[in-house]
């Protein structure tokens, strides 16, 4: 399985931005999806999971701001970023598995490369 995330960049604080991860392979195996986030010397962080059914859940930071989504005929997860502040700088990530207790513990089965979200004051 591999997972290409795409759509980061630089925005203003207040701005938006769309993440894409394009999911390849086996993909069989990876019913269960989300996103995590890792700012420079802190922990990864739960941005937001979804299951193949649709329900979501997200991080207590993101909520109301960030949307996740999935395209389950082109395999593809989004996460739409809304009203965005200076502290969601950090490299995004998503992830993928079979379990989504496994996705939701940060122990997903496969990773994507990251893609830099930088958010300017």
């Known amino acids: 399985v591999q997972l290409q995330a795409s759509g980061g960049g630089l925005v203003q604080a207040g701005g938006s931005l769309r993440l894409s991860c394009t999911s390849s392979?086996?993909?069989?195996?990876?019913?269960?999806m989300g996103w995590y986030r890792q700012a420079p010397g802190k922990q990864r962080e739960l941005v937001a999971t979804i299951t193949t059914g649709g329900v979501t859940k997200y991080g207590d930071s993101v909520t109301g701001r960030f949307t996740i989504s999935r395209d389950n005929t082109k395999n593809i997860l989004y996460l739409q970023m809304n009203s965005l502040k200076p502290e969601d700088t950090a490299v995004y990530y998503c992830a993928a598995g079979l379990s989504i207790i496994l996705v939701r513990a940060a122990r997903p089965g496969y990773w994507g490369q990251g893609t830099q979200v930088t958010v300017s004051s």
């Open positions: 392979g086996s993909i069989d195996s990876i019913n269960e």
